[in-house]
């Protein structure tokens, strides 16, 4: 022992040392202890130092910490040392670090009240719970609830759980989920909901029986016992419920800060109500017994809601509606009653005013007088033995005996309450076993503590001795279980403290004695006390300042107790004569029912309470008595003595089960923990008894396997034996040399307080020691690597180093060679240039002497040149000067004679003057005719649909004026031309030539200036053209431009509409898939019903046992409920079971019945319901996409305008190729009768069709080339018609600019170019007509050349025999038909596919023309083998030894025609009308899955049952068609029902039912179905009947078998999930085993029986290899595969996060192999792409998040981003419940929590943490059409279904 403490208390030791705030503090120890030393140097957590002085008398040592890795355990007996602060401490870090509220303290569950809500008590978490053991969860009310109820049906014991603590710790929440848990997993036994009624109770009990105190907003203020009854198997069927000690004084009086009972201010909230006027209510601050505390109204309630709330439940309880508002008035009246204002009349008398509205509101709600409650207030009555006197009460007595009154009604109308939620609670089903839930009143103690605490304490002694007797009792049971040496544990024992309080002459007895005396007072009471315990007990005292007060010494702490009150609250008196007044009330019944005897009262509902097989415990004091004055004699002190005596031996007859709730502070802070308080609660609930028990005996505890695999680090090899449990035991003897520490079990050791930290100190120094060797060895590696490196680093410098000094070698070497061939060659270039300067100058001295001789000799050459041309032009002068004086004379002589000849024509000169003036004023008319023809112009350009033709008329007339005016213009010319002829001619007017002259040259300014007009009139012409040619250049751009921006913005366009259209669609597949999931989820919803009714009908008919004899007739009810799925002719089983279900059915309850039914007609409606919100929803998207198309549509068309010009033109110019066409069509047809001499001869006539098809084809082809564009145009336009609203279209630009005739000019030339285009169009098809032409006359000759060979080749055929004509006939028809085919096919693709029609047709032909032949050839044979047959029997006996050759060959034959006549079958299979049972038992219901699956074809069962049906149908006989469908789904159904946990037949009937819906739809002949099939089989449709309605029920029947499959599956791989994918050990030598604590889990070692990863492969193996043999749809399988992926993935991932232990790294790594091994099985399977990887998502993200770093902000980013699949909640969830499994890793802070938190706050999710492992994937059956002929199916003798005829 010494040594071991040595070694523990070393320097680095953590050890606990008291502290007055935070009651231990953590210290280290700064140095090693020694056996001497007299104090401890410590250090504390913030770095001070001290000295811990030990005490030299016991030399006690402080207490040492756990290890690290042990903190935060699920279970407090896990820890390696066991006390105080190891409890406190571990309580603390599991509450604040990582939000655990529940923790295990052996059999006792401590639950940390929160004051926050959590989400840790949906139906999810329930589920998950459900079935588990209770160490294989963390801890959890519902463990400890689970963990009852499957004691109470393993072991056939009934149970309770005990919910003890004080005020505010949670007692009455944790009572009401441990009922909730019940209601949830066992369901109730009977239709009558009685799960619901008992949780309906808890509103109801917490309205009448909570109340606000200042530890707690919803105290309950009295102790209930509920009593859960299960029948015989295990479904709730009532319940019962006890009430011990109700406060009644809070009727009256509340402190500071407190409530009344919530039942008051739910009432006062609701007075405004209706219903509520006739009670006169207000405000709760208007009453005194509602105002007191002053605090009305509490944060976060609503109590008018509440009030709704406890309204529900009344009801739902069966208490009507006239009962509540009398249980109301009873409420208001109290109300009223306690603001009755009493007032003195004298010092010993006292009044109440005559009219006070309370009180006249009191008696009108209890239908009492005025005058006898106000004299009976204020008065008593005093009897003796001979006389009876009225006393008068003073007035404190008076409101004391009001208030008493008051407490006295409520009380009454409580226990009524309580009574008849009882009643409606109760059941006629025999009770089996119980579960009582206790929830009662902690140990309490105040600074004044009353009778109240004094009763509550009490109760707490009894229970915790019952506590302390049941820890003993089951650690006793251990030792003994496991055979280990014990000796007796000394615990407290408090019966001595119990004596005290009820033993004779005790604290009661003496209180009931001094009750019964008359002057008996507190002060006597206290006397009576002092004098017989004060020296006779030492846990009774006094008080040195006080006489009227004790104390008592309790188990968990002293308390003093006041005497004053004792004997008042113990009394508990009320006036009988105020009893009596109220029992005298006439108009209220329910009062007076609240004082009469409980015998003779009735239920609410007006019904007799049954009895059942359970006798109920009553709590009530016997009220058999004759008086009623006796009524209220007996004390409440016996009444709660007696009924706790009761209490103890009910609980004494269970098995108990402890809740301890723990209130962490005394301010309701959300996760605040306080110390102090928590000790105190702690050490008074006796958790902390529980851990000293377990540490005087053997507290830790392992098995020998876990306790090898842990401390395996700790032996040496030659050490591991064989045997573990050997191995074990040498290795302690090594390790612990005190054999006291430690004994060895049967299964396990058990080692004593601090041992297992002992061990684990051993290992982690060992560890550590291996860790410093192997970071020895690699740091070694790790320097003789860098040793290495930096060698070969520096050998390769200098190897580059002398590398570099020779090139530099090299370098200079060749820079000395360079540098001399360089000199040499610089050298010779100076020289040579010297050279060439020298001869340079020499050449250029000759050049310059020479230029100059040259220049000298062409300058004298050029003198004499120049002389001999001046000599020239002074000759050529002289002579023109002597011609020019010639000239003049001469010209001089002319003018005279003309003059004399102008005067003569002057005159004619005047008239022609005249004439020139008329034709000015005609040209200025023409002028303004042209002007107006402009004005016209610009108006005929607003006119778009004509402008083509106005285009033509204004260009004509414009030509044609044109025309004329040039015209005129000449003549002009002419007229001047011939004036100035004549002014030639007139020679006699001389004298008035000059006057002419003048007039002419102002005739000649006028005509220049009209030129002028006329010039720059054509040169603005010029430019405006040249301007509108820019300016249609820029149109042009624009345009090109325009169209550009409208693809692309169309292209976006569609990209947006496509998107919108995707997610639409999106939507609509998830909102289909959400109605679908609702849909299967009502199937199966009315399937279980279903089933219900029928175990209904079984239970009754078993508990009636009565079949009598005879026709029964059918309930006309029941037959037409079922008249879809029954059948009249059944066979002798189903006759049988259903007159046994007539008769349960008359036995039934009618009530029952008629809610079965109308439950089953709700949810055929809804189902119906649904249907229609499906088909409308599909018609609704089917209406939103046409709408889309038709604003599509209508977009497109707002730009068709824009190409109706051009449309227009293009249809002239259309006529006109029209009318050419026709032209050469006849010029065509007129050459072609030419040529061929028989005009319309077929040859021709087949050409000209062919031309008038190209010429259709080619016009149908421009027309869609137009109005594609057009539509292309328009849908850009329409798709940016808002963004284009203030630019003006293209289209009204031209029409805008288009303003004057040139323009128009301009766009008649563009059509002019139009038309020239199609002219040119047009050539180029008249060369293609042509060029068919001649093809046609080609392939004509090609015919007749076909046709001579033809017919040489029948003329062949005719002299062949005819067995070889048939054949060679058919060789060359295939050859033929072949070659077209490939010529077609190469020359026309479309004429191919016209001529392979053909060819088949033929070939068709062929086959028929072959197959009649083939049956006349066999006819012929049948009829050669009758008349062989006759020679033979006549007697011709040389035929035996003489065979034909004939009859050899026919013989092999014979056999081969066989299946030739199967041809003649039609799929179908007749049977009659009796042998359908039969056909249904022997196909169905006998019908064994293995052999079928194995033997024969899949879904045999299914072919046969439609070609069944195809018969029906062909025969049109209605009644069997509907019968036979009818007894295949009923029988169906009734296999399954029987079989259903057998996953081979539900999955064969899934594949069956599933094959029969896919053949009803082939062959239903819809289009839809039948594009997949062959001729033939479009030849097997129905004919006669649309089975479409059946398809739905087919349908929804293979709904339920997937559903069923799915849970067949999941019940199967359900006990594998958890032990292969989470506690298993894949990876051997991972993960480390931690010490464990009473509540022992399932060890990850692998023992024999223990489910494996490989266990769950091999069964996913087995499930797809069954459902491939059975021939399951490959969607299907894909389906199912996805749905117990998710549910391993859910199941995992659930049991991860509920389970501490598993939250660690190794485990992360483990997961995520075992995933990996999953996605293998899916590669392997080819089951990739269904969708079940992604269901694994969330699990392999929760391993990700076990492994990957949990320090810095930068790691939460990662972890954020990384797990989108799991919600805020389940990352919380997993780091919270991170831990370390060795020393050397570390938790995840608290602060990195919040982090998370706060990165994850914006995310919208569910607030979920658990996944729904309940979720089915809805199911659909994509459309498989087989491929099988039905023809050809052989029906096996094996199925004796003999009786079935082919057709």
């Known amino acids: 022992m010494n040594r071991e403490l040595e070694y523990m208390f070393v320097q680095s030791a953590r050890v606990w040392i008291p502290d007055a705030e935070e009651v231990w503090k953590s210290a280290e120890l700064t140095k090693d202890y ?130 003890s603590g004080e005020s505010g710790a949670g007692k009455t929440v944790s009572a009401k989920y441990a009922m909730r848990y019940f209601a949830t997993v066992s369901g109730s036994a009977s239709e009558a909901n009685v799960e619901e009624k008992v949780l309906a109770s808890n509103p109801i009990m917490e309205a009448i029986g909570n109340a606000k105190t200042t530890r707690n907003d919803n105290s309950s203020r009295f102790g209930k016992y509920i009593e859960i009854g299960f029948d015989n198997r295990y479904r709730i069927i009532g319940a019962n419920m006890r009430t011990y000690l109700l406060e009644k004084s809070r009727v009256v009086f509340q402190a500071d800060e407190e409530r009344n009972y919530h039942i008051f201010y739910q009432l006062c909230a609701s007075a405004n109500q209706p219903e509520f006027k006739n009670l006169r209510l207000s405000t709760a601050n208007d009453f005194l017994y509602t105002r007191q505390g002053r605090s009305p109204v509490i944060e976060g309630v609503d109590d008018a809601k509440e009030l709704r709330t406890t309204r529900h439940a009344f009801t739902l309880l069966g208490i009507n509606e006239s009962y509540q508002i009398g249980l109301f008035q009873v409420l208001a009246a109290i109300l009223h009653l306690g603001n009755v204002e009493i007032k003195d009349r004298d010092s010993d008398s006292s009044l109440i005013a005559p009219n006070n509205r309370h009180l006249t509101a009191f008696c009108e709600l209890v239908g009492v007088t005025y005058q006898d409650m106000s004299q009976w207030l204020c008065h008593r009555k005093l009897k003796t033995a001979t006389e009876t006197y009225i006393k008068p009460l003073p007035r404190l007595q008076a409101t004391n005996a009001r208030d008493a009154l008051s407490k006295h009604i409520y009380a009454k109308l409580f226990n009524w309450i309580v009574e008849h939620v009882n009643k409606a609670l109760v059941t006629n089903i025999k009770q089996h076993s119980f579960i009582g839930v206790l929830d009662i009143y902690g140990f309490e103690t105040f600074e004044i503590n009353s009778f109240e605490q004094f009763c509550i304490n009490y109760a707490n002694e009894k229970l915790q001795q019952q506590f302390n007797m049941h820890v003993f009792k089951l650690e006793q049971e251990e030792y003994m279980k496991e055979q280990i040496p014990w000796t007796l544990i000394d615990f407290y024992d408090n019966q001595p403290c119990i004596n005290l309080i009820e033993a004779k002459m005790g604290i009661l007895d003496l209180l009931d004695e001094e009750c019964k005396m008359p002057k008996g007072s507190d002060d006597s009471w206290a006397q009576k006390l002092y004098n017989t315990h004060l020296k006779t007990c030492s846990l009774f005292e006094k008080p040195r300042m006080s006489n009227r007060a004790f104390i008592i010494q309790h188990f968990a702490d002293k308390v003093e107790y006041q005497c004053e009150g004792f004997l008042e609250k113990n009394k508990d008196t009320v006036n009988e004569e105020q009893i009596h007044v109220l029992k005298a009330s006439k108009k209220f019944n329910l009062l007076v029912e609240l004082f009469q005897d409980e015998e003779k009262a009735t239920t609410p509902t007006g019904q007799v309470p049954g009895t059942g097989g359970r006798t109920r415990l009553s709590i009530k004091p016997d009220k058999g008595r004759d008086t009623s004055s006796k009524e209220h004699k007996k ?722 055929n005719l002299q062949l025999p005819p067995e070889a004509r048939i054949e060679a006939s058919l060789q060359h028809e295939i050859t033929r038909l072949t070659n077209e085919n490939l010529e077609l096919l190469a020359d026309d693709p479309t004429a191919s596919r016209e001529a392979r029609v053909i060819i088949l047709r033929r070939m068709v032909d062929l086959m028929e023309q072959l197959e009649k032949q083939d049956r006349t050839i066999r006819k012929l044979k049948k009829q050669l083998k009758v008349y062989s047959k006759r020679i033979g029997e006549m007697g011709a006996g040389h035929t035996e030894g003489q065979t034909s050759p004939g009859q050899m060959v026919e013989e092999p034959i014979h056999p081969v025609n066989i299946p030739r006549r199967e041809k003649d079958f039609q799929g179908m299979l007749e049977y009659k009308k009796e042998d359908e049972m039969k056909l249904v038992k022997n196909l169905i219901l006998e019908l064994k899955p293995r052999g079928v699956a194995v033997n024969l074809i899949p879904g045999l069962p299914a072919y046969i049952l439609f070609m069944c049906l195809r018969h029906s149908d062909y025969v049109n006989d209605d009644q069997k068609v509907r019968t036979l469908l009818t007894s295949t789904i009923n029988s169906i159904k009734k296999i399954l029902k029987k079989r259903g946990d057998d996953f081979e037949t539900v999955s064969f009937w899934l594949a069956n039912t599933c094959r029969f819906l896919h053949c009803l739809k082939q062959y239903s002949g819809d289009e839809v179905f039948m594009k997949h099939n062959t001729s033939r089989q479009n030849e097997h449709c129905l004919s006669n009947f649309d089975l479409a309605e059946y398809r739905q029920v087919i349908s929804d029947l293979a709904i339920q078998i997937y559903q069923q499959l799915v849970k067949c599956m999941e019940n199967i791989l359900q006990p594998m999930i958890v032990s292969g994918m989470l506690e298993h050990e894949t990876i051997q030598g991972v993960s480390g085993v931690k010490p464990t604590g009473l509540r022992k889990r399932t060890s990850s070692i692998a023992d024999e029986g223990t489910y494996t990863l490989d266990s ?141 938190q706060t990165r994850l706050r914006d995310r919208c999710e569910s607030p979920q943490l658990l996944m729904d492992t309940k979720m089915i994937y809805p199911v659909t059956f994509p459309f498989n059409p087989s491929s099988l002929a039905l023809e050809t199916i052989q029906i096996p003798t094996s199925l004796n279904l003999s009786f079935l005829t082919r057709v």
């Open 34 to 163: 020694k056996n001497d030393d007299a104090s401890l140097q410590l250090m504390l957590e913030d770095g001070t130092t001290i000295d811990h002085k030990l005490d030299p008398k016991t030399k006690n040592l402080p207490y040492l910490r756990n290890p690290d890795i042990l903190v935060g355990e699920n279970d407090l007996t896990a820890l390696s040392y066991l006390h105080e602060p190891a409890v406190l401490h571990n309580l603390k870090v599991r509450f604040i670090d990582s939000k655990l509220i529940y923790t295990y303290c052996g059999i006792v569950l401590v639950a940390i009240n929160p004051y926050e809500t959590l989400p840790i008590y949906g139906t999810d978490i329930i589920n998950a719970y459900s079935g588990q053991n209770m160490g294989d969860m963390d801890p959890h009310i519902f463990a400890v609830a689970e963990e009852a109820y499957k004691q109470m049906a393993r072991d056939e014991r009934n149970q309770s759980i005990i919910v």
């Open 635 to 1356: 004390t409440v002190g016996c009444q709660f003595r007696n009924s706790l005596q009761m209490l103890m031996e009910t609980l004494n007859a269970t098995t108990p089960h402890y809740v301890r709730c723990i209130k962490p502070n005394d301010f309701k802070l959300a996760f605040s923990f306080d110390p102090k308080r928590a000790v105190q609660q702690l050490r008074a609930c006796g958790v902390l008894e529980t851990i000293r028990i377990s540490a005087a005996g053997f507290p830790s505890r392992w098995t020998y396997q876990e306790f090898f695999s842990r401390y395996r680090v700790l032996m040496k090899q030659k050490d591991v034996l064989p045997d573990k449990k050997l191995t074990c035991k040498n290795v302690l003897e090594k390790l612990v040399q005190d054999q006291d520490k430690y004994q060895f079990g049967k299964t396990k050791i058990f080692f004593r307080a601090g041992q297992v930290a002992y061990l684990e100190k051993l290992r982690a120094d060992k560890l550590r020691a291996a860790c410093i060797r192997i970071q020895k060895t690699i740091r070694c590696w790790l320097a003789r690597k860098k040793y290495l490196r930096q060698r070969s680093a520096a050998i390769t410098i200098q190897r580059f180093t002398r590398g570099y000094q020779a090139r530099c070698l090299a370098k200079f070497m060749r820079r000395t060679q360079a540098a001399t061939i360089i000199q040499k060659y610089q050298r010779m270039c100076v020289e040579r240039k010297r050279f060439r300067q020298k001869q340079a100058a020499a050449l250029a001295m000759q050049t310059i002497l020479r230029a100059y001789m040259a220049r000298q000799k062409y300058q004298a050459l050029l003198r004499e040149h120049k002389a001999v041309i001046i000599q020239k032009h002074v000759r050529g002068w002289l002579a023109r000067c002597w011609y020019k004086r010639c000239l003049e004379a001469i010209v001089y002589l002319q003018c005279c004679i003309r003059r004399m000849r102008a005067k003569r024509e002057l005159k004619k000169l005047k008239i022609e003057a005249r004439s020139v003036e008329h034709f000015k004023k005609l040209n200025k008319g023409m002028e303004n005719k042209i002007m107006q023809l402009q004005r016209k112009i610009d108006e005929q350009n607003k006119d778009n649909r004509v402008i083509s033709e106005r285009l033509v008329s204004l260009e004509s007339s414009y030509a044609s004026e044109s025309e004329r005016m040039r015209g005129e213009l000449g003549r002009l010319r002419g007229v001047e031309e011939d004036a100035k002829n004549k002014a030639n001619q007139v020679s006699s007017l001389l004298e008035e030539l000059e006057k002419l002259r003048k007039e002419l040259s102002v005739t000649q300014q006028e005509k220049k200036t009209i030129e002028d007009w006329a010039q720059k009139y054509r040169d603005e012409m010029e430019k405006m053209v040249s301007e509108l040619k820019d300016q249609n250049g820029l149109l042009k751009k624009e345009k090109d431009d325009l169209n550009r921006m409208i693809q692309e913005q169309s292209q976006q366009m569609t990209e947006k509409m496509t998107r919108a259209i995707a997610q639409e669609t999106q939507q609509l597949e998830t909102d289909l898939n959400e109605e679908r999931s609702r849909y299967q989820n009502l199937l199966t919803e009315h399937l279980r019903l279903e089933e219900k009714y029928d175990d209904l009908k079984e239970e009754l008919a078993q508990s009636k046992n009565v079949s009598k004899p005879g026709h029964r007739r059918t309930d006309s009810t029941h037959s037409s409920n079922e008249s879809e799925y029954t059948y009249n002719s059944e066979y002798a089983e189903l006759e049988d079971g259903s007159r046994v279900g007539e008769d349960v059915t008359r036995g039934m309850d009618t009530s029952l019945t008629l809610k079965l039914q109308k439950r089953v007609t709700e949810l055929e409606q809804e189902k119906q319901s649904l249907r229609n919100e499906l088909e409308n929803r599909e018609e609704q998207f089917q209406r939103a996409r046409a709408r889309d198309d038709a604003q599509f549509r209508k977009a497109r068309g707002a730009e068709l305008e824009y190409e109706s010009l051009k449309r227009q033109e293009l249809e002239s110019e259309n006529k006109k190729l029209r009318h050419n066409l026709a032209e050469m069509r006849q010029s065509l047809l007129g050459g072609a009768a030419a040529r061929a001499g028989a005009p319309g001869s077929p040859a021709y006539k087949v050409l000209l069709d062919q031309l008038n098809a190209s010429c259709e084809e080619l016009q149908v082809r421009k027309e869609e080339v137009l109005i594609l564009r057009s539509q292309l145009v328009s849908q850009k336009e329409a798709l940016h018609h808002k963004e284009t609203m203030t630019e003006p279209s293209v289209f009204a630009q031209d029409v805008n600019k288009l303003k004057d005739a040139d323009e128009l000019k301009q766009a008649y030339v563009g059509l002019k170019d139009t038309n020239r285009l199609l002219e040119q169009q047009l050539q180029t098809q008249r060369r293609t007509y042509d060029s068919e032409v001649e093809s046609l006359r080609g392939e004509l000759q090609n015919v007749k050349e076909e046709n001579n060979r033809q017919q040489q080749l029948l003329a062949q």
């Open 1656 to 1796: 769950i492969l091999r069964q996913l193996s087995a499930f797809h290899s069954t459902m491939c043999q059975h021939g399951t749809d490959p969607e299907l399988i894909k389906q199912v595969v996805k749905q117990l992926f998710y549910i391993i993935g859910a199941v995992t991932l659930n049991n991860l996060l509920l389970r501490k232990d598993m939250c660690s790294w190794s485990k992360g790594m483990q997961i995520r192999y075992n995933v990996s091994q999953l996605e293998e099985w899916l590669r392997d399977k080819g089951l990739m792409n269904c969708g079940a990887k992604e269901t694994l998502e969330p699990l392999i993200q929760a391993a990700q998040l076990l492994q990957v770093k949990k320090k810095t902000d930068e790691d939460a980013e990662a972890i954020c981003s990384m797990c989108h699949a799991l919600t805020t909640a389940q990352i919380v969830k997993v780091l919270n419940l991170y831990t370390p499994v060795n020393e050397f890793e570390e938790r995840v802070s608290v602060s990195f929590i919040r982090t998370i």
